[in-house]
DNA sequence: CTGAAAGCGCTTACAG
DNA sequence: CTGAAAGCGCTTACAG
């Protein structure tokens, strides 16, 4: 069955070419009369024209590039949730390009130029300053409208959705020291994520603000990892709290201490800064920021179909809310 | 800064822009000289062909076109780790399409189609028989190559790469018959996904051939109403296990069984069929069958590169290996 | 081995 | 309101 063409609609609906291309894309153009002539006929035959043929001849793909590090990180398939309700809603179709610590950046984003994306969603929050400038520079010279997805960068004024995850987690950290602990821990990632480089700050500046000595102790995110690094924290360590940029993380010091004979939040309390799952399923359940991954998802890419259609944007840096929920963990 | 054109290249390389196509897609074809020529512009200019263009005059996108119901769940993300890192290999793009409940399933397909993909991943395994017999006629129609990727459909000869669900059901089942247990639960979910069809068919074989009667439990996949289910399950049934069809489950399960006075794997032993993070983080661990998802996708994805390069496949239905990981719950 | 030309399936000024 | 024609940036027989 070969695909019907422009050229099956317009002989069938006895019309040129150009009146099939104007129903679809200026109806209000056509006699109406014709118009639902052809419309009929496309019906009929089932038509829905090439969008990869479209896509040259309008220079607009009508498509959208995701760049992603590791899609399979359960932060970043929420935020592709909320990205593909509000896609689908705007009718933009999604590719994703994935970027990890091994791609050539460069290679990636000529590559995403070549695919002739009309707006770009970056999600990859494991890039230096260096990298994001570069990736950056790379967009602006090709002019794609461009929105950062969760992904924080300060060093240029690139439209983004994020939380203020630096007020958050201050917030968070005080809340804990006017619980009346002082030493508390926050527990982040070996490896650097944008975002948790400004939860490290929000943390470091409650407990500075205070009086405190910050105390960061990073962690491979590996799970079966993580339990031999905090045994040998734990007894080596006199703990009044932790904060765990990971849900993940959090659970896995919890189990630790329990099996150490330590009590949740008897001996220390313990807080997350996602709201996961993970701390639903724990025992005791964490108490958590609350970060909306989906509503970010959803915001950024309503944010980029604003940029792509060129309608005026008088904020383009948008901080969403958060809350914190209360739970066992803390109790 | 106007994008590089391949006739930028053929005018800075003094040939003609056949020339310059040749180099890209037949090099072996072109005289070595001025294909380092040509090679040498290329790299100068930066330049990376139109995909689009490409796409419209050889009727190749070189994009595969992945159809998902909803992109959160970790099980799929986890699938798309695997697919995209054998698509990135290959060399092909990867356009997401959701098929949620909602959707019209003509209209999804038609735009797959529409969209010019050269081969279909389909992981949407939320849709009963006649609606996957909808979509299969659609794909064949339009004669493009298609992998169903963890997906489980019988009616019709289509390649497709899963474990054997049913198996690894009956084996687990089978395991803790012979552990002495009679009074086994199997906790499913309301709503009906492909896979779990095969996981309650393998676990109702196994107890009829053993001569027990089959207990199967519905309850929706979410966490927080799944405490409420369970809380009245566990005061009104006799229990000596229970196989959860997701990890999440098995654990909540766990959960409020541990909050009632019970003690798992004392009073009741229970294990998942996933192998997921939330089998190492609960507490106890989880016993599971271990589903080898990141392979899953990336073997369909390797299938399906050959067959849209139309090789020969004699087996196109792969069934993975799976092995049980056994932890604290069962022991 | 290389170039001129047609064509992929659309959109979009330009006439009328 | 409608059609004829050019063009989007490539690929690919066809000559030479």
Redesign the interface.
């Known amino acids: 069955?070969a695909?019907t063409t422009i050229y099956d609609v317009a002989g069938a609906a006895k019309v040129s070419l150009a009146t099939v291309s104007r129903v679809m894309n200026n109806p209000e153009k056509v006699n109406k009369e014709t118009r639902d002539k052809v419309l009929r006929v496309i019906k009929e035959l089932?038509y829905?024209?090439?969008?990869?043929?479209r896509?040259?001849a309008s220079r607009k793909?009508t498509?959208v590039g995701?760049i992603v590090s590791?899609?399979?990180?359960?932060a970043?398939?929420?935020l592709?949730?909320g990205i593909?309700?509000i896609a689908?809603k705007y009718e933009y179709?999604?590719?994703?390009?994935?970027m990890d610590e091994n791609a050539d950046i460069k290679e990636v984003m000529?590559?995403v130029?070549?695919?002739?994306v009309d707006g770009i969603l970056f999600l990859n929050d494991e890039l230096d300053n260096e990298q994001m400038e570069m990736v950056m520079n790379h967009i602006q010279?090709?002019?794609i409208p461009v929105v950062l997805c969760n992904v924080i960068y300060d060093e240029k004024d690139i439209p983004s959705v994020a939380i203020d995850y630096e007020k958050a987690t201050y917030d968070m950290t005080k809340e804990l020291i006017e619980k009346g602990k002082k030493k508390i821990y926050l527990a982040s990632t070996v490896h650097r994520y944008s975002t948790n480089y400004h939860k490290v700050r929000g943390y470091e500046r409650a407990m500075q603000d205070a009086g405190l000595e910050p105390l960061v102790f990073r962690t491979s995110g590996d799970?079966?990892v993580n339990t031999l690094h905090f045994d040998e924290f734990i007894k080596n360590n006199e703990i009044e709290a932790v904060i765990a940029v990971r849900d993940?993380i959090a659970?896995?010091f919890i189990?630790t201490a329990?099996r150490l004979g330590y009590k949740v939040p008897d001996n220390f309390i313990v807080v997350g800064l996602q709201n996961t799952?993970?701390a639903?399923?724990?025992?005791p359940t964490l108490t958590c920021v609350d970060t909306p991954v989906?509503d970010i998802g959803a915001v950024s890419m309503r944010l980029l179909t604003k940029l792509m259609a060129g309608e005026e944007v008088n904020d383009s840096r948008i901080v969403l809310p958060y809350h914190i929920v209360e739970r066992e963990s803390t109790k």
């Open positions: 069955m695909k089932g829905k024209p090439n969008a990869i043929a896509g040259l793909s498509t995701i590791d899609i399979s990180r359960a970043v398939s929420q592709l949730g593909l309700d689908k179709a999604a590719k994703l390009f994935t000529r590559q130029v070549a695919e002739q010279d090709a002019q799970v079966s993940s659970v896995s189990n329990i799952k993970y639903i399923l724990s025992r989906y």
